[in-house]
């Protein structure tokens, strides 16, 4: 690899330039004129729709950068790639959006420059990781998301919990990270190699010790699993998540999940295939049971995830354990090992952007009103406010798969995927659990509506611009719930990984 090679390799990465051009300006703007943090947001949208461009540039793009041999890189330029990009990026805008709003973010203002520089931070090795295509480089990539969301989840210093959560991230990231690098090196004096690419090579033509080759995959599982809080890898989520600024803990929920999911599916489509069939059905090398491991971490993912919701009292926390079983829901998809159970789970994320983000904003917007998170709290508040109440009704039913929401057409193509793989029994499991999470999602709605109290509810106003970010919020739901036929083509045709 020379330099001219690596010159002309900068074309495939315009998108993490933009982003890194970006964070280097903010922090410019902020050291050079403390007194405009105001424009800080407004610097931030405008590299993010400059990276959105380079992004959308990109799809039809099947190249590799950087390369470590004539057939194979470091970074792959492809569709798949870019589709979650897209994603990242969707959930940055609303996230920034998000913190324009938060009181929590505002009693930081001083530092509002290490704020949106931190988030590009995460931005950057979001980027890196849905189009890593070496291990060396998901590892470092994760590290980059991984260092900047251990600071933001503590951001706000004048709360004990917020640095409780930035502590038991740090704790249980740290632990992670080493499990997965020690996995890795394994993988290394296996094959010699750290590149998927290669990897698969070399294991279809020479034999290597099973079981240890068994312990690195599951080292490597348990790194990807602690990003995509996939039980039993969730520890860290409910305290991160109650204790981090509201607007990093909806980005943690969406944008992290997101870039977390898109290295567990290349990691697994790359380094383990054999050959796909004309129906789009994966057959896999056979060394590990890559079906049972991945339904196993959906099962405990959905039950774990929606029984210890049923108890919770805080939002925050109610919406954590809901997000561990929103990821249970999109594993089944990856464990169908098809194009199709590929594509429902690119579908479910769509729609799971706007429905998860969504709530998160209309739970920041009362509780920088009411001062609480308490569900308990919300009794009555329907009749104060109105809209937001209706708002957060629709997202949460969304949540729970409820037509004619957009919720209840991601579940429905994960349901059909499973159903034509002749996973019956995994359907059903995975039914009942929908179930059950119906009923917190409901208690909420009960609160809000049906719970009468003496005293009087403060009258919660509603900015013009709050309410608009949640109608954009909203609309996707309703419209991709009755006509849904755009993002199942999007979703379609963006499942090409580069070599496949």
Known sequence: MNIDSIISDLIFIKPEIAIAATLVLIVLVDLISPKSKTALPYI??????????????????????FKTSLSSGMFAADDFGSFFKIIVLLASVFVIFFSISSSEIKSVNDHLGEYYTLMFGMILGMFFMVSASDLVLIFISIELLSLSSYVLAGFVKNTVRSSEASLK?????????????????????????????????????????????????????????FKISAAPFHFWTPDVYEGAPLPITAYLSVASKAAGFAVLIRFIKITFINSIDHHGNWELLNIIDWRSIIVLLSILSMTLGNFTALWQDNLKRMLAYSSIAQAGYMLLGIAVLSDQGLTATMIYFIVYLFMNLGAFFVVMLIANEIGSEDIE??????????????TLAFFLLSLAG???????????????????????????????NTVVSLYYYVRVLKNLYLVQVDEEKPVIKLSFANGFVIILLAAPILIFGVYFTPIVNFAKNSINILGF
Do not use: C, R, W
């Open 44 to 65: 931030s949208l405008l590299g993010i729709a400059i990276a959105g461009v380079f992004v959308v540039q990109q799809f039809g793009t099947a190249e590799f950068a």
């Open 169 to 225: 991230y740090v704790i249980y990231g740290g632990v992670s990270s080493g499990i997965m690098l020690f996995g890795i090196s394994l993988i290394y004096g296996l094959t010699g190699t750290t590149n998927l690419y290669e990897i698969n090579s070399i294991i279809q033509i020479q034999s290597f010790p099973h079981i240890t080759f068994l312990i690195a995959t599951l080292f490597i599982t348990v790194g990807l699993g």
């Open 377 to 390: 709290d919300y009794k009555g508040l329907g009749k104060t406010m109105p809209f937001l109440g209706v």
């Open 402 to 432: 409820i037509p004619p929401t957009a919720g209840f057409i991601g579940k429905v193509v994960l349901f059909i995927a499973l159903v034509d793989a002749n996973m019956i029994a995994v359907a059903v499991i995975a039914l009942l």
